[in-house]
C-alpha cells in the first residue's frame, strides 16, 4: 500500500504555477503585467468586478424612482377569532398569557384582537386590546364578559405610566 501512495501524483494540467506578474520584460508578464496598456481594465481595481456594475449604465437602484416609507417600529395586531376561544373551559379567564399556551399568539410585542368568526358556547372572560363588534356581542351573549385593555402603541411602558401603575 505504501508503494501506491508513494507514487501517486495529481493528474496532467491540474495544477498551474502562480502567475509571477511584474518579474521582468523577459518572464512575459513584466512592466503592464498583461493588462495590456492603459484603459479600464488595466486600472486596478476598476469597476469590472464589481458585483454591481452594469457596464456603465446607469445602475437599476439608481434608476428607480425612491418611494413610500417603512414604519420602523411597526405595531403588529394577531387575530383570534370567537371559534378559537371554544377550547377554553367554562369560567376560564382568557388573556394574554391563556392565549400563548394554547399557541393561539405568537411573537413579542404584539396586540391581540378578538374577531368574530365562528360561534362560542362557554362562559369566558375575555382580555384582549381590541374586539369586533360582532366578537363581543357572540362573547356576552355567552355569557362572558370582555376586558378592553389599554391601547398599545408597541413600545414599554414610560417612566411616568410605570409609576402610575405601581401607586395603582
Known amino acids: 500500500m505504501s508503494e501506491v501512495l508513494s507514487r501517486l501524483a495529481p493528474p496532467d494540467g491540474a495544477r498551474q504555477l502562480e502567475k ?15 493588462r495590456g496598456s492603459k ?7 476598476g469597476n469590472i468586478n464589481k ?18 416609507f417603512n414604519v420602523p417600529f411597526p405595531v403588529n395586531t394577531v387575530t383570534v377569532n370567537v371559534g ?23 411573537g413579542r410585542r404584539v396586540r391581540i384582537k378578538v374577531l368574530g368568526e365562528g360561534e362560542l358556547g362557554n362562559k369566558l372572560t375575555v382580555s384582549a386590546h381590541a374586539f369586533s363588534a360582532s366578537a363581543k356581542e357572540k362573547i356576552e351573549k355567552a355569557g362572558g ?6 391601547p398599545w402603541h408597541g413600545g414599554e411602558a414610560s417612566e411616568g405610566e410605570a409609576s402610575a401603575e405601581a401607586k395603582a
Open 84 to 106: 378559537d376561544l371554544a377550547r377554553f373551559k367554562a369560567g376560564d379567564a382568557v388573556d394574554e398569557q391563556a392565549l400563548r399556551t394554547a399557541r393561539l399568539v405568537q
Open 20 to 34: 509571477r506578474v511584474g518579474r521582468g520584460i523577459g518572464s512575459g508578464l513584466g512592466k503592464t503585467c498583461g
Open 51 to 68: 458585483l454591481h456594475f452594469q457596464g456603465g449604465q446607469t445602475p437599476i437602484q439608481r434608476r428607480l424612482p425612491k418611494r413610500g
Open 145 to 150: 364578559t370582555v376586558v378592553v385593555l389599554p
Open 39 to 45: 484603459g479600464q481594465k488595466a486600472r486596478q481595481p
